[in-house]
């Protein structure tokens, strides 16, 4: 049970552990961080991974000659693209017998919802859109299969989305991953890239409660 409590902490803090990851698996990592980023984006029942955290660690990693950025950023563009792949798949074939429930302890009817709202606000681009935004990224594919999006379009906007939020977060992360002040405060670095990664989604809350009371 401990063995199988220190690999869920692993892949659950990811970002936080990686240095120990490469120093132990070496190129197995790239295998590791594939894994992690194809669950995220690709089971609706595991939102709470590493996203935009962990391809900013990676991507400080890279700079400090720990990983390949060239084999690292492929990977993990495949992990996404793959990962979303999957997920639309599962919402075109089973997506109404989920959202016949109202909801459970992970899958939750507001992420739902709140996935929904970025669908009739931006369509299609949602795909792209929702890289940016914790949970709504795991659910927007999903919902796309339930809306039976047209295979065509929805393999075009996550390629578009995979590329573009990979590229973004990970070489945000070699260009200044290992800065002084980030190398020195990179678990607080972490920290912030978290938070600012739920701000649209805090943001979004604040403004639906202020609606909802004027």
């Not at 552990?17 to 120093?23: A, E, F, K, P, R």
């Not at 900013?56 to 990693?61: E, K, R, T, Y």
Request: net charge positive; hydrophobic share 55%.
């Amino acid at each position: 049970m401990e063995f199988l409590a220190t690999v869920f902490d692993y892949f659950l803090h990811l970002d936080r552990h990686l240095g120990v990851v490469i120093q132990q698996y070496g190129v197995w990592t790239y295998a590791i961080l594939f894994l992690v980023i194809y669950c995220e984006t690709g089971l609706v029942v595991a939102p709470f991974l590493p996203g935009d955290s962990l391809l900013f660690a990676a991507g400080a990693f890279a700079a400090a000659g720990a990983l390949e950025l060239a084999i690292l950023m492929p990977v993990l563009m495949c992990a996404s693209i793959l990962g979303d792949s999957t997920n639309y798949t599962i919402g075109y074939n089973f997506g109404h017998r989920f959202l016949a429930n109202r909801d459970s302890r992970i899958f939750k009817r507001k992420y739902i919802d709140k996935t929904q709202q970025y669908y009739d606000k931006y369509g299609a681009k949602t795909m792209v859109i929702a890289r940016f935004v914790p949970l709504v990224r795991t659910f927007a594919p999903f919902m796309a299969g339930v809306g039976k999006m047209k295979p065509r379009v929805f393999a075009t906007f996550i390629v578009i989305g995979a590329v573009l939020w990979v590229s973004v977060a990970s070489l945000s992360g070699f260009f200044f991953g290992n800065l002084p002040f980030v190398r020195d405060n990179f678990g607080l670095v972490i920290i912030v890239i978290i938070l600012i990664s739920i701000m649209p989604a805090i943001i979004e809350i604040v403004r639906h409660r202020r609606r909802k009371h004027s």
